[in-house]
């Protein structure tokens, strides 16, 4: 994604229900891949979307629409072939997010489910004599 023929869009909202809505949108309208989010002060958050240029202006002006009917959007924009460092920028955004929250463990849910469920069945619920 890092070559010449690419495009950074960005779609900013208030509040997350009308940025996962323009997310939603925009995956579902072209090829493109939605690389992360930021959040700010005050509720205002903003999707990154990259792909090629006419792929990313019409992902993000579905995105708008749909930003717009759900809730409230504030700015948008594409930049067609933005400088290496940009897009560096973003991604290193990406990367700080990920060390921040550490990955869950899988199975741990179904694991205490697990020993609910083998206490309940461990405590007899009459005597039998």
């Known amino acids: 994604m890092l070559e010449n023929g690419y495009a950074l869009g ?3 909202t208030v509040g997350f229900p009308a940025l996962v809505a323009a ?5 579902k309208a072209a090829d493109v891949r939605c690389v992360t989010y930021h959040g700010a002060d005050a509720g205002i958050v903003t999707i990154y ?6 792929s990313v202006t ?3 002006a579905v995105g708008e629409a749909e930003a717009r ?14 400088d290496r460092s940009v897009m560096q920028m973003v991604l ?6 990920k060390a921040k929250d550490p990955p869950k ?4 849910q179904a ?19």
């Open 10 to 12: 960005m779609i900013e």
């Open 111 to 129: 694991t205490d489910k697990q020993k609910n469920d083998a206490a309940k069945t461990a405590t007899p619920t009459s005597k039998e004599e």
């Open 105 to 108: 463990p899988a199975g741990k």
């Open 69 to 82: 009917r759900v809730g409230q959007l504030r700015h948008s924009r594409v930049i067609p072939r933005p």
């Open 23 to 27: 997310t939603d949108a925009a995956a």
């Open 49 to 54: 979307i990259v792909g090629d240029v006419a």
């Open 58 to 60: 019409a992902a993000v």
């Open 92 to 97: 290193q955004q990406l990367e700080k997010q």
